[in-house]
């Protein structure tokens, strides 16, 4: 029987069709013709003489090769039908690999329910996750590949279900511009930072970390000084447009010559003749989505040297601004990109806070940006675990599945060890920024926990390759994930703050607190 006489149904195929069909293979019950496929596939056609074996049953062979995500995605092309008494869905799912260490512990079958979280939270990340996997999955997967930003439809998508919103972050400003309800329905007022950090993972499962932070990462850090330290009139303007998608906001802080030594920013602004704008001359470096930006949320120096001559003013995309692509380790889209500023006049009343207090806004807005990267980071090392133990039961060498080899076991066990500790630490501070978010004590933490998780990623991304393999550092296939996120790793222990400079944060204010807590026991004791 030809298949064209059949055509790409649920048609049933007997055993005895299947035999006169040297083009069809059977993987999980779905009949495939690979007839013009087998030329083109990347491994060649030969690859298919392994399929072949077995009455056509190619599961195990496909398996061991392939995601079910492959499957899913040429079913609509390959199927001709379903093998005879047997079901196939078009969204298989008998090799769909449950892996409960690739849940986040409050997820977990069998697993108490965690204190931090209640039933909000568990209809909030059902909400999260069936958008993220429909609306936002395809594109992040294409766009990362190619580079290419993500397109405006779906920025106003995001905006109009809420999404941009989430990416605010806690707030009081947030109910009064975004009433809501936000995804989940949950009302503005009842948002919190484990919400938030569920958003954070949910996003990280696609392990596409530059499209995830072309979608928000400027939006995140650029937005909040805007809603915290902008004038009622710049609020009321910026926030709705850049909340439904329809305008884009980043945050300008690093060059060339200042990084984690923010006090030492030299892009220049002046105060024009008439008192009604500044003047700005200067560029920035590594701005995450400048290449896509409407609003640059910019450090400037609007006086003499060091911290008390930053200013942080918001200035629009205009004549005079100019922005250049950075290609960096992970994809272009984030829009990772070099801005200059060429004699940009910017109206007064685009201050954020106040003239020469920028640096307070700045430092304000540090902890709420760490933790989001911290958040990330812990989930996008999940994600490696996740892969690299679907891969040990997959694979087998030496005639024995990889998960059965100790040595494999040891790295399975180190990254598991590593993920659940950092992970507990995120919650913990997670706890304490529900309680306050402006405490003294959660700079430091913060420091600390973020340096510590750049560097579980970092081993993490080590025994995943290790585990994986070539598949590992290949940008397509079933390592695709992994490769993704190693490219990442290195960025992660850098933005927001390198790693020794963290620490070393982390440790001198450990001493301001020991120090405070010692004087006040001195003063005590002699009352």
């Known amino acids: 029987m030809a298949s064209s006489t059949i055509g790409a ?49 190619a599961t195990a062979a496909f398996f061991a090769l392939h995601t079910t995500d492959v499957l899913r995605k040429y079913i609509p092309r390959l199927r001709v039908g379903v093998l005879e008494g047997a079901q196939a869905n078009d969204a298989p799912s008998s090799r769909d690999f449950v892996n409960p260490v ?50 405006s439809e779906m920025f106003e998508k995001l905006g109009a279900h809420g999404y941009l919103a989430l990416r605010l972050g806690p707030s009081p400003v ?34 596409t970390p530059g499209y995830a932070d072309g979608i928000g990462g400027g939006l995140s850090i650029g937005l909040p000084p805007v809603a915290m330290f902008g004038t009622d009139a710049l609020r009321r303007k910026v926030l709705p447009e850049v909340l439904s998608g329809k305008k884009k906001i980043c945050l300008a802080i690093s060059e060339a010559g200042a990084g984690s030594d923010v006090a030492n920013i030299g892009c220049k602004a002046e105060l024009s003749e008439d008192g009604r704008h500044f003047v700005v001359t ?12 409407d609003y640059f ?84 090392s999940r994600v490696l675990l996740d892969e690299a133990m679907r891969w040990a039961f997959v694979r087998k060498v030496f005639g024995k599945a990889l998960i059965e080899q100790p040595v494999i076991r040891e790295k399975l066990a180190n990254m598991t060890s590593r993920i659940e500790a950092a992970h507990a630490w995120v919650e913990s501070v997670t706890f304490q920024m529900c309680q306050d978010s402006k405490a003294k004590h959660l700079a430091g933490q913060i420091a600390l926990l973020k340096a510590h998780c750049s560097e579980v990623m970092w081993k993490c991304v080590d025994d995943a390759q290790q ?9 397509s296939g079933m390592g695709a994930k992994v490769e993704r996120i190693a490219a990442y790793a290195k960025l992660g222990a850098i933005l927001g703050g390198s790693e020794e400079i963290l620490r070393d944060l982390g440790v001198r204010e450990m001493a301001k607190e020991t120090s405070a807590v010692n004087a006040n026991n001195r003063v005590s004791a002699r009352m």
């Open 297 to 380: 949320t910019t450090a400037v120096r609007t006086s003499g040297p060091g911290m008390g001559g930053i200013t942080l003013l918001l200035i629009e995309r205009s004549e005079g601004v100019s922005t250049r692509l950075i290609k960096s380790m992970y994809s272009s889209s984030a829009g990772t990109a070099y801005v200059l500023f060429d004699h940009v006049r910017v109206p007064v009343e685009n201050v954020l806070g106040k003239v020469g207090q920028g640096f307070k806004c700045i430092m304000f807005n540090f902890n709420h940006e760490r933790w989001v990267m911290c958040a990330t980071i812990v989930a996008y």
């Open 102 to 151: 690739g849940l986040a512990p409050s997820e977990r079958p069998g697993y108490a329910t965690s204190p931090y979280y209640n039933a909000s939270h568990a209809a909030f990340r059902k909400v999260v996750r069936k958008f993220t996997q429909t609306e936002i999955r395809d594109e992040a997967l294409a766009n990362d590949v190619t580079g290419k930003a993500p397109s």
């Open 9 to 57: 149904s649920n048609v049933s195929i007997t055993a005895a069709q299947l035999a006169q069909q040297p083009n069809w293979i059977v993987v999980d019950n779905h009949v495939l013709d690979i007839a013009k496929f087998a030329s083109i596939h990347p491994g060649g056609a030969h690859v298919f003489a392994n399929f072949r074996a077995g009455a056509n049953d």
């Open 282 to 293: 200067g560029a920035k470096k590594w701005i995450t989505n400048g290449m896509f930006a």
């Open 174 to 207: 947030l109910a009064a511009v975004y009433p809501g309800p936000l995804p989940g329905g949950i009302k503005p007022s009842e948002y919190d930072y484990f919400h938030e950090l569920i958003v954070a993972e949910e996003l990280a499962t696609l392990g």
């Open 467 to 475: 585990v994986l393999g070539g598949r590992g550092i290949t940008q």
